[in-house]
């Protein structure tokens, strides 16, 4: 069901996402056209189940249904959220079910709910909860990532599929496709016995330097968040298995994540970094995960403030919260609003729970169970425990590895091309594939570090089958007759160790003079990331701008970037071109071939800002983190210097945009806009079309932020397409600190284009128009009299 908190954009042409959103006052809701009766069906459906012991759960759920009804238009108002995707209980219904269940529990059986019982044993759970069979509920088997499924032993390496990094996803800008590959992890993830995902996660990135940015779907941008978040959680429950939103919340730093106090404002946290998780309660996520550091003075786990009443109270979320691995410090965060501790009973233990408020512990163990029954998790049960038949299947298939390849392709991102793209093979006849990540092996589950594939932790899909740079673009080189060399391209895989001066070079003169013939050279370079540490430099690793430097200067050359996050790109000027993928998965050396050789049609746009240098981004540090710079961050900050914006991205082809035009007619949003783009270079190709928002220079905002964004089909030569933007209350209002709520402005303009500072055109409200045209006549009359 479409969510006033994430603004839709659709195409004109038939394709999907074609819904318009609405936010409106409570009084105009009830006063439009067949909505008393929808109001008034919600409502008795709420006295009805207030019969039962559920009285906490109320609020959120009404508040959710409230939103979802604002989110529709009149003639779909049957569809209340009431009526959910056909695999999923309706929340009022699990809710009651839930109560029914916790009222024939025992305490002892109460208890077990809400604490794990194993922790990452081989060929276990990273999670996982006892099942109580005399009431029909079934265990909860958890495991990592939003990544994919991440195999714990030998036995299980190259029985998954190694995907893109959500970060990679992001890169896409396509809801459809993350949907595509969610269902797909979804898929693996029932096979292998686990009926919940351990993700995704869906933290704003605050600095470049974050160890698990390519962890994080939502990059930069709450607004980017807010749209991809939906669809991957709606696919992968879908398909059986609970998503777990995480890591709730200010947890953009791994530096001190465990003791580290995020002081963060009102006015930040629901603009900047709530939306996402926002989107992913109106989404229907059954379960929320709480982060390991601070916020305003208290852990997370035990942040009342942050867990009951702003994400089961303002958000109106009706699911349950566990706590991240080991993130609990007294029994008490019960009472705050985590419902279970992960991975074991070290607080929440019977004696411990037996102190605390019994109503407390019986709200917790209600959210479980109706988390539970959402998801109908009672009626397939899955495998019995400890599901080693299931553990040790092969889930891959010949289709996942298909998407996985179109994933990596369509999250690759095209920073620089001077022509030298896609290459010719009537003038490139002997190509060169040097670098240190070129023939980059996989790191088999190896903790704390990461790989050019795949980032470190627990979210790193280790794959003995990963395709490196050197494979694939050797094979698709072959087929059009192109002879590839390489040099000092080692099989090891990255690690952040500076090579020794002399021996690095060395090793620069060796590569150079092998590769010598070559008409093109290929540098593959790559740096990594992992949980538990943020990264010490935003360079790439093992020499690689040295060797990029030295080689452009003797060739053309085409830089390749595997990376977990944004770099520096100092040789930037000297390359032929440039491209980025945030850790690839098993697909990388696919992907890179696709691209170098024309194969597919670049869209990927950056989901972040590539700085300029170390210090356009903001570092971490130990202790207390103030977040002094408020809504600020990547392209919002005037500091902020970016060697590729944020939103960039380039294609083979160009596209040229029209004047925007406001739409009155069917329009049921605050604001409705058309354009028409059209392909005016000489090849097919798609574009992602971007809308910011700009307010009136006395609310403190940004100057632009992130509002609406379309990916258009493929686009023939010349080839004109139609591109409609809906605008909600909710992406022209302000959050208001005084009031607690969102405030709609009068007063704003909207530019169109392909990217943060790329703009085609702009729409003015009225307000702002007349400030624009008073400004202007002030100003000439000051001109006037000075005369």
Sequence with gaps: VPSPFLPRVAMASGSDGEGMDTDREDADLLDQPGRRQVAALALGLLVVTGLFCWAPLIPGIARLQQRAAIALRPEDASQLFLTPAPRLMPWNEAVAKAAQTEGQMTNEERYSMMVGRGFNKIGYWVGVTEPIKRLGVPALRMQDSGNGFRPLGPSEYGTVTSWPSTLALASSWDEG???????????????????????????????????????????????????????????????????????????????????????????????????????????????????????????????????????????????????????????????????????????????????????????????????????????????????????????????????????????????????????????????????????????????????????????????????????????????????????????????????????????????????????????????????????????????????????????????????????????????????????GGERTGKAWASLLFGDIMPAGKLPVAMPSSEGDSLRPHPGQVYYSEGLFTSYRSPAFSSAYPFGHGLTFTSFSLGKPERLEQGCYARLCLRTYVTNTGPRAGKEVIQAYVRFAPDTGEPDLLLRGFRKTPVLAPQERGQVDFFFSDRDLSIYDERTHSWQLQQSYELFLGLSSVDHRGIFRSQSAAYRSVHATTAFLLALFTAM
């Design 177 to 583: 496709l993350v949907r595509r590959v969610a269902q797909a992890i979804g898929r693996e993830f029932r096979g292998k016995g686990a009926n919940v995902l351990l993700g995704p996660g869906v933290n704003v990135n605050r600095m470049a330097y974050g160890g698990r940015n390519w962890e994080y779907l939502s990059g930069d941008d709450p607004y980017l968040g807010s749209r991809l978040v939906p669809a991957y959680i709606e696919a992968v429950q879908d398909e059986g298995v609970m998503a777990v939103v995480k890591h709730f919340a200010f947890n953009e730093q791994e530096t001190d994540r465990n003791m580290e106090n995020s002081v963060v404002g009102e006015r930040t946290a629901w603009e900047l970094y709530y939306p996402p998780f926002e989107a992913a309660v109106d989404a229907g996520v059954g379960a929320f995960m709480c982060a390991y550091n601070r916020f305003n003075g208290s852990h997370c786990c035990s942040n009342s403030n942050l867990l009951k009443r702003d994400l089961k109270g303002s958000m109106g979320f009706p699911g349950f919260v566990m706590s991240d691995w080991e993130a609990i410090h007294t029994e008490r965060a019960v009472e705050s609003g985590t419902d279970m501790e992960q991975p074991d009973a070290k607080y929440f233990s019977e004696g411990n729970l037996a102190k605390v408020s019994l109503p407390a512990v019986r709200e917790a163990v209600r959210r479980i169970l109706a988390a539970i029954y959402r998801m109908r998790l009672d009626t397939e049960p899955g495998c019995e425990l400890p599901c080693a038949e299931a553990r040790a299947s092969n889930q891959r298939s010949m289709e996942h590895v298909r998407l996985a390849e179109e994933a990596a392709s369509e999250g690759t991102v095209l920073l620089k091309n001077d022509g030298v793209l896609p290459l010719n093979p009537d003038k490139v006849r002997t190509l060169a594939v040097i670098g240190p990540a070129a023939s980059a092996k996989d790191e088999m589950n190896v903790w704390g570090r990461g790989s050019p594939y795949s980032g470190g932790g627990s979210g790193h899909v280790a794959s003995p089958l990963v395709v490196t740079p050197l494979a694939g673009i050797q094979e698709r080189a072959q087929a059009v007759g192109i002879r590839v060399i390489s040099a000092n391209a080692p099989a090891a895989s990255q690690t952040q160790v500076p090579m020794a001066a002399e021996a690095a070079s060395r090793r620069l003169q060796d590569t150079l003079q092998a590769v010598q013939e070559a008409d093109v050279i290929v540098v593959v370079a790559a740096t990594t990331a992992t949980e538990s540490a943020d990264r010490f430099s935003l360079s790439l690793d093992n020499g690689a701008d040295l060797l990029i430097q030295a080689a452009s200067m003797q060739k053309p050359t085409v830089v390749l970037m595997e990376i977990p996050g944004p770099v520096l790109t100092p040789w930037r000027a000297q390359v032929s071109a440039l491209a980025c993928l945030f850790t």
